[in-house]
């Protein structure tokens, strides 16, 4: 499990998995790049902190 910051939220999002997270809010959210996620809600494309692959660390 990671954490990341949602700066267009200002809130915390934690991974439930490699390409899905779950945000304070619940709201279920899409990896699409390091710093890219998108609200599977929405459609909106959100500015995060860092969500890097497992096999980078």
Do not use: C, P, Q, V
């Not at 990341?4 to 490699?18: L, N, Y």
């Amino acid at each position: 499990m990671k954490l990341f910051f949602d700066f267009d939220d200002g809130d915390f999002a934690m991974s439930i998995s490699d390409s899905m997270a779950m945000d304070s809010d619940g709201n279920l959210m899409m990896r699409m790049g390091d710093h890219m996620a998108m609200d599977m809600d929405t459609g909106d494309i959100h500015m995060i902190s860092s969500w890097s692959d497992d096999d980078e660390e």
